[in-house]
């Protein structure tokens, strides 16, 4: 038997081992991803196939890169690139431009990911972020194609060829305060119009229980994130509208699914005591709500989870449990006397 057999390498305890890596987390969310990713397909054509890939090769390069001329150890075989890749398509409309995306990933995966120190370090969601810098550009941004209307895969469209073919989200309609030409169905299965991979509740449901079945992921944060903006969207419905029916439209509608699942649980940028996640969903869901109903631009789920993601320290803080027994130590005043 040679040496580097016999060695032994001493750590510091707790000595703990799971069988879940981070490659085999950001896989799990890959096959959760996947049935939102087969329904753009089916709802934009190839385009969304096309753009989704794209976004992929662009974040995976990036990190590449960056961390080559940085002269450090290769991360890309963990798949959080590619995950980051698949969510910054899953939030822009499927005619982006293809050199717009890749701006969106490059931004997510240097500035945001990588300048902090990468995977676990950054402090906000990478795809969002990128979103948010995205609306630099806000035609390319709001420009939304019906669903059943199928793009050519390496098309390039344009507002002009697009005539015709656009429609308003129904997140558009709920902003003045009418109920959406989209039933209820419509948008749970994904009949409507929307960023790539946002516009079925279904599918992303389908995404979300799977992730619960894996214990990537636990219910809190969703459960009160979508709890608080269907109790709010309940006690203040708008335009007439019957309360279930306002409440269900706000759920199912935008972003607010895709962002409960699988951007406001992200494990670097969300809170880790079990108070702390509750105080974060309800927190997501209150800026969601006022966003939503005080805000200029329309949606409101991106910087809701964005804001709440700089306040995790203070959530965590919150959250942490009171030790059974423990005596809280009296404060002492200036001069040592107990206070």
Excluded at 44 to 54: N, W
Excluded at 182 to 192: C, H, I, K, N, Q
Excluded at 203 to 212: A, M, P, R, S, W
Aim: glycine share 10%; hydrophobic share 50%; charged share 10%.
């Amino acid at each position: 038997m040679n040496e580097e057999a016999l060695k032994l390498t001493l750590s510091s305890s707790p000595h703990a081992h799971s069988p879940n890596s981070t490659r085999r987390i950001m896989l799990d969310v890959c096959i959760a991803l996947l049935p939102a990713l087969i329904g753009a397909i089916v709802f934009f054509g190839a385009r969304a196939l096309t753009l989704t890939a794209l976004s992929v090769a662009g974040c995976v390069f990036f990190e590449w890169a960056y961390r080559r001329i940085m002269k450090k150890d290769n991360t890309t075989g963990d798949l959080s690139a590619v995950v980051t890749g698949i969510l910054v398509a899953f939030v822009c409309p499927v005619t982006l431009p293809f050199w717009t995306i890749l701006i969106g990933d490059f931004f997510a995966i240097v500035v945001v990911k990588q300048l902090f120190g990468g995977i676990g370090a950054n402090i906000v969601n990478p795809a969002l972020a990128a979103r948010a810098f995205l609306f630099s550009w806000p035609l390319f941004m709001n420009t939304w194609v019906r669903s059943g209307v199928h793009v050519p895969a390496f098309s390039n469209p344009t507002t002009a060829s697009l005539d015709g073919l656009t429609a308003a989200t129904p997140m558009a309609s709920l902003h003045v305060g009418a109920m959406p030409e989209a039933s209820v169905l419509d948008l749970f299965l994904g009949r409507t119009g929307g960023s790539l991979g946002e516009v079925s509740a279904m599918l992303l449901l389908l995404g979300g229980i799977y992730l619960l079945v894996r214990r990537v992921i636990s219910a809190r944060i969703p459960l009160a994130y979508l709890g608080t903006v269907a109790v709010l969207a309940f006690l203040f419905p708008r335009g007439g509208a019957a309360r279930l029916d306002w409440m269900l439209v706000q759920v199912l509608s935008g972003g607010l699914m895709l962002g409960a699942w699988f951007m406001a649980t992200d494990y670097t940028t969300s809170p880790v005591t079990h108070g702390g996640q509750i105080a974060y969903g309800v927190g997501c869901g209150v800026l969601t709500f006022l966003f939503r109903y005080f805000g200029s631009y329309v949606e409101g789920v991106s910087y809701a989870i964005l804001i709440m993601n700089c306040c995790v320290g203070f959530f965590d803080r919150i959250g942490v449990p009171k030790r059974f027994g423990a005596v809280r130590q009296k404060k002492q005043k200036k001069g040592g006397a107990e206070a």
